[in-house]
């Protein structure tokens, strides 16, 4: 093979190789996604029977449960935020995409279209039956107070408020710096979905929350 030859193939090869590496796909993602991956950034937590995956960041605290409530998609969402400026928050921005088996984006539902079944009354409890007079002459002796671990109570405490915020609809509005808001979004939903993205764009970044819908 003459020198000339050598060159020529040369040249071929690295065209080709040019051309190959442009015709990979790029699957790197933007710098202002955040994925709940299995990592130290993305954990998983119950509250109140709820799983949540809970990502954290150094400006923020995202919080997502997901399931299914009747004609919906609903998702339990808080958001934290740890900065020291406020941070807006609007629900109409979060969507749902299908990603299999065949890819669709599930919108927000605004509560004013919302049509949900009403709320069932919390059971009245039953009249406790009066205590027997103390006989007189003898003073009654006060009822032993158990012992009150406060970790535990203020833990119940926490999770009561945190139930409590979550039976409301997570309205638009700013979180103040080192506060949280939760709430309900729902969203259309699709029955024959099995892999779904929870996508939630919050001040500049996208968080996504990767979730298994098939059972």
Do not use: W
């Not at 040369?10 to 051309?19: G, I, Q």
């Not at 807006?88 to 088996?101: A, G, K, S």
């Not at 009245?124 to 012992?147: K, N, R, W």
């Amino acid at each position: 093979m003459t020198i000339l030859q050598k060159s020529s193939l040369a040249v071929t090869l690295s065209f080709a190789a040019v051309s190959f590496a442009a015709s990979v796909p790029k699957t790197i993602q933007p710098d202002n996604v955040i994925r709940c991956e299995s990592n130290a950034a993305c954990l998983t937590e119950t509250v109140n029977g709820r799983s949540y995956k809970v990502l954290n960041t150094p400006r923020f605290t995202v919080m997502v449960s997901v399931s299914r409530e009747g004609i919906y998609t609903r998702a339990d969402v808080s958001v934290t935020n740890k900065t020291d400026t406020p941070l807006n928050v609007t629900p109409d921005d979060f969507r749902v995409e299908v990603v299999t088996p065949k890819p669709k984006v599930l919108n927000y539902i605004s509560p004013a279209n919302l049509n949900l079944p009403p709320a069932q009354p919390a059971p009245t409890p039953a009249p406790q039956s009066p205590l027997p007079p103390v006989a007189a002459g003898f003073a009654a002796s006060p009822a032993p107070t158990p012992a009150v671990d406060d970790a535990a109570k203020e833990k119940t405490l926490q999770e009561n408020a945190e139930k409590a915020a979550c039976d409301h609809d997570l309205p638009a509005t700013s979180i103040a710096p080192n506060e949280v808001t939760r709430g309900r979004v729902f969203f259309e939903r699709d029955k024959h979905a099995h892999l779904v993205n929870v996508v939630l764009p919050i001040a500049g970044l996208v968080f996504e929350f990767p979730y298994s819908m098939k059972k």
